[in-house]
């Protein structure tokens, strides 16, 4: 069983039109950029796209929001220096967005992943991020509840994988990626490195295997 495929193009070939990414990355740390170019030669296009920020400069996400392959970004952050293109498209109506707190979008990703059927959490109460949603105070404190929040597939960038998929991030590079490894139905990795079997040690696994369908070795992942 060998889970790498022999180019970004081979390991991103089957996502459909409408397919929900979950897209991992703080930054451009960790982001999954040629992945997500990979996405773009691809052709796939009405994309919900689950991403802490929108990218930067053209390249990765802002790349496939430029050509207008994403109907919705669901983030945190969608603005940054660097980030001009998801602005721009929000702005003339051309992408719909959908804020989601930070703490917020790791534990919607979480429960997917553990099977939860939602939480509650104080973040957003009273706000008008919390509209429409059900609330309840318990012990005199507001709460909002949050239903999980799943993917057809998961991009990920990790360090290194061995052939079953198993990964060791880097750093920074970590946030996100385990969280959307578990709560997809299919993850593909960008890796910088490929072990043999047995080279990892397995008190250094962060995502074993199980969480992952596919592999590609890249130079440039970290």
């Known amino acids: 069983m060998d889970k790498f495929c022999a180019s970004l193009d081979a390991a991103v070939a089957d996502i459909p039109d409408g397919a929900t990414l979950l897209v991992s990355g703080f930054g ?4 999954p950029i040629d992945l997500l170019e990979a996405v773009a030669r691809q052709g796939a296009r009405d994309l919900t796209v689950v991403c802490n920020n929108s990218g930067s400069g053209e390249n990765g996400l802002a790349l496939l929001i430029k050509l207008g392959r994403v109907r919705k970004l669901v983030a945190s952050y969608p603005r940054g220096p660097e980030s001009q293109v998801f602005e721009d498209m929000f702005r003339k109506g051309e992408i719909a967005f959908e804020c989601v707190p930070q703490g917020t979008l790791a534990e919607r990703l ?8 939602g939480f509650l959490t104080p973040t957003s109460y009273g706000t008008a991020l919390a509209d429409g949603k059900e609330t309840r105070v318990i012990d005199g404190k507001g709460y909002v509840f949050e239903l999980p929040l799943k993917g057809d597939f998961a991009l990920v960038r990790a360090d290194t994988a061995d ?6 991030f880097r750093k920074t590079g970590r946030n996100f990626g385990p969280l959307m490894a578990m709560a997809a139905t299919t993850t593909v990795v960008q890796v910088r490195r490929r072990a043999e079997l047995g080279e990892i040690d397995p008190e250094q696994v962060i995502t074993p295997g199980i969480f992952v369908q596919r592999v590609v070795e890249h130079a440039t992942a970290a």
């Not at 979480?110 to 059927?117: C, I, K, N, Y």
């Open 163 to 168: 052939p079953w998929g198993n990964l060791i």
């Open 28 to 31: 451009t740390a960790g982001q």
């Open 110 to 117: 979480r429960a997917a992943g553990a099977g939860l059927g």
